[in-house]
């Protein structure tokens, strides 16, 4: 095995060794080289215990509302669909609704008009009958 | 073998939340929502900053559920929304020295998390000293770097996940994980 530094696949094979993912070939062949090699061996070393040194970048615990804080975010985005699209959409049905009603209740029908007509005829005609009789009543030539 | 089952669990389950299942997306949830707050706040060590992009992630799964194809595993897509928010927020708030001040607040109270749980207060002191000098060395890499660090190492990826997380070619992350760990080596070499 040629040097890292002169090898063209030496970063990669630098990066899988450390993260270990060098097959056991690959290994054995590296470490066989780094028993002899000074500069490849530091290299390794340096490598190796950056890797391991990352272990002490821990990171907290995840906070225990986490998830509350994630659901009540997905309600209130979903609450905000409804009340974007569909909000509007229910007091406008309702009106056209209410409006469709209030008009037919106001049209007045047809057919009804036709009774009331004939029942004024017939109380005139029996108005002016009576007044004939008063007047005939009234008369000279009657009394006598 | 493990790992082959559990990713195809993960589509598995994120096909069910996309039939309307929310339990398979609280399932989900538990499986990644450490490993999404820990990457987030290794790349922004700030625990609510952190918290609060990490719901966004889990928030833009949930949203986009209906349109979900298993194209590329679950985790490499969970990392890409990740990854993507935490580049802009560090973009967006790149100016803010305020930022700084509040960063450090939060990252002792982290810290005290992270430390009281050695035995003695010698223990303690190296650990935090250890922490603060890891910490600062993965602060100083570039954004790009510091993220395809931070899943080679800690998530383990392979480079064609780290390659779709970062929306890059596969030589191009070797390139930034080479470089970034060059740099690591060499700010965290008087620690050996």
């Known amino acids: 095995m040629t040097c890292i530094t002169k090898n063209e696949d030496g970063a990669e094979i630098l990066l899988d060794y450390s993260a270990g993912k060098l097959n056991q070939a690959q290994i054995i062949q590296l470490e066989s080289h780094i028993q002899s090699c000074e500069e490849c061996r530091h290299l ?6 950056a890797f391991e040194a990352l272990d ?14 994630l659901y009540a975010r997905i309600t209130e985005e979903k609450q905000s669909f409804w009340a974007r699209w569909w909000k509007p959409v229910v007091p406008i049905g309702l ?14 029908d047809p057919m009804d008009s036709a009774p009331k007509q004939t029942k004024i005829e017939k109380a005139d005609i029996d108005h002016l009958e009576q007044t004939l009789d008063d007047i005939d009543m009234l008369t000279p030539s009657s009394a006598m | 073998m493990e790992a082959v089952a559990a990713l195809e669990r993960d589509a598995e389950l994120m096909l069910r939340v996309r039939e309307g299942d929310e339990t398979s997306f609280a399932l989900l949830l538990e499986r990644h929502r450490r490993p999404v707050v820990h990457f987030l706040y290794r790349m922004i060590p700030n625990q609510a900053v952190s918290e609060e992009l990490a719901q966004e992630v889990f928030l833009r799964v949930y949203r986009s559920r209906e349109k979900y194809e298993p194209t590329a ?11 993507h928010l935490a580049l802009n927020w560090i973009r967006d708030n790149k100016n803010e ?12 109270g982290a810290e005290r998390q992270i430390t009281d749980a050695e035995p003695t207060v010698e223990a303690r002191m190296l650990r935090q000293a250890k922490f603060d000098e890891v910490r600062r060395a993965v602060e100083a890499l570039p954004e790009k770097q510091r993220a395809a660090v931070l899943m080679h190492k800690y998530e383990g990826f392979e480079y064609t996940q780290i390659a779709r997380a970062l929306s890059c070619s596969e030589s191009a992350v070797k390139s930034l994980l080479f470089r970034a760990y060059e740099s690591l080596r060499g700010r965290l070499a008087h620690m050996a």
């Open chain 1, 95 to 108: 009106a056209a609704a209410a409006l469709s009603f209030a008009l037919l209740m106001r049209t007045p």
């Open chain 2, 97 to 108: 020295k305020k930022q700084e001040s509040l960063s450090d607040e939060l990252i002792d």
């Open chain 2, 73 to 83: 595993k679950f985790s490499t897509w969970l990392f890409r929304i990740a990854t």
């Open chain 1, 56 to 69: 002490d970048f821990r990171a907290p615990e995840v906070s225990a509302n986490f998830d509350r804080k």
């Open chain 1, 44 to 49: 390794v070393e340096a490598q190796k215990f």
